[in-house]
């Protein structure tokens, strides 16, 4: 890259001798020269064009003096900047005084060319050695900062998931029922969720959902709408009373369009009825045991915090012993191979209907298996999160 000096000479006696002396140099791309006639001109160019290494600089100058030019340069605290103070022969007490305020190196008229050209190098030696400690420390210093910030998104990730349940089987006094769940982040943190909980003794409510965004804004959304969800359901309110309540809280705190597809549903733990109501989620697979595997029906419901004042329906259904429910968030629907193409609902069919009969765990482990096998290395673009409960019935 050219050194690129300004010469500053009020009668420009200076122009036709750098470039004749220096034309080897500007012809080869090693020095670029710029002229100014006084140093408020200077100084204009210098603001448009702060990239300049070397300041050439006569002292008597109309407009600017050579002076007080070096006293604005002083002012712009760029180390890597150079200036070379060009003086009458004898005119001792300017020199001094440049180079008491900063100024690199001196020359005096008449120029020898060949000592400007000495002073010049010293001048590019000692910008190299500035800019590379500067472009070290500027290394050090993105260095330091990426270790901050994976630092705190791992303590991040790490409330994120101490917020979600871990402890499976979670409640090992009741035996009609079994379930396991994973959420795995395509970055450090993510949007989804899962939950579950004891309404009462008699019913189990369980969710899951899926934030609009990724990252950061959407994990602490997601911390709100599972707080809001886990909340409202705990007031014993059916699935579709529940929806409609936490999305009007939603609304309130969504910002930047965000919202939250949420499939809630509530299970009888003696019966086996459940009852769900589906907020713009992903269909959950019924996986009967003695029966066809099938994507439960919608119910119509939009994604919570995008409109308030909704009203939600609810279905339901009924499980046998042995039967399961498979909950997921499009990370796994929506999964691209290195060919672009979606692992989909119909291979998601087929997943549950080569783990049924099995354990939740190993329904998700089996599920999780395909879809890697599916995408063949290609890079995890959302977040994935899985949640599978099978009935085993009345325990007598």
């Known amino acids: ?74 002012e712009m605290r760029n180390p890597a900047l150079k200036c070379i103070i060009v003086s009458a022969y004898g005119d001792m007490e300017n020199i001094r005084t440049a180079m008491n305020h900063g100024a690199f190196d001196f020359a005096t008229k008449p120029i020898d060319m060949e000592d400007l050209e000495r002073t010049i190098e010293k001048a590019v030696e000692q910008i190299s050695f500035i800019k590379e400690a500067q472009k070290e420390h500027h290394q050090l210093e993105e260095t330091v900062l990426v270790k901050l910030i994976q630092y705190d998104l791992n303590v991040a990730r790490e409330i994120q998931q101490s917020i979600l349940p871990k402890q499976f089987p979670p409640f090992p006094q009741y035996k009609q029922f079994d379930l396991y769940a994973t959420m795995s982040a395509a970055k450090a943190v993510g949007g989804d969720f899962y939950d579950f909980f004891l309404v009462d003794d008699n019913h189990l409510g369980f969710t899951i959902a899926d934030v609009s965004d990724k990252g950061i804004p959407a ?118 191979n290195l060919r672009n193409e979606q692992y989909g609902d119909i291979r998601l069919v087929e997943a549950c209907s080569s783990v049924k009969n099995q354990s939740p765990k190993a329904m998700i482990e089996g599920i999780s298996e395909s879809v890697q096998s599916f995408v063949n290395g290609a890079t995890q673009s959302d977040d994935i999160t899985m949640l599978a409960l099978t009935y085993k019935g009345q325990i007598l």
């Open 1 to 74: 890259m050219a050194i690129k000096i300004l010469s500053v000479d009020a009668e420009q006696d200076l122009e036709a001798l750098l470039t004749q002396y220096f034309r080897r140099k500007i012809r080869k791309g090693e020095y670029e020269f710029s002229f100014a006639h006084n140093g408020l001109e200077a100084l204009r160019m210098m603001l448009d064009h702060p990239d300049f290494d070397i300041i050439l600089s006569d002292i008597n100058m109309p407009e600017m003096d050579g002076l007080t030019l070096l006293t604005k340069i002083n």
């Open 219 to 336: 994990a602490i959304f997601m911390a709100i709408s599972r707080t809001v969800i886990r909340a409202t359901a705990l007031r014993q309110l059916s699935p579709a009373v529940c929806m409609k309540e936490s999305n009007d809280l939603l609304c309130r705190e969504s910002v930047n369009g965000m919202f939250v597809t949420t499939f809630y549903a509530i299970l009888n733990i003696h019966t086996g009825d459940v009852v769900y109501c589906n907020g713009g989620h992903n269909r959950p697979v019924w996986i009967r045991k003695n029966d066809k595997v099938s994507l439960l029906p919608m119910t119509g419901g939009m994604a919570l915090g995008v409109v308030p004042g909704l009203a939600y329906k609810e279905q339901s259904l009924k499980l046998e012993a042995g039967d399961s429910l498979f909950l997921y968030t499009d990370g796994i629907s929506e999964a691209m």
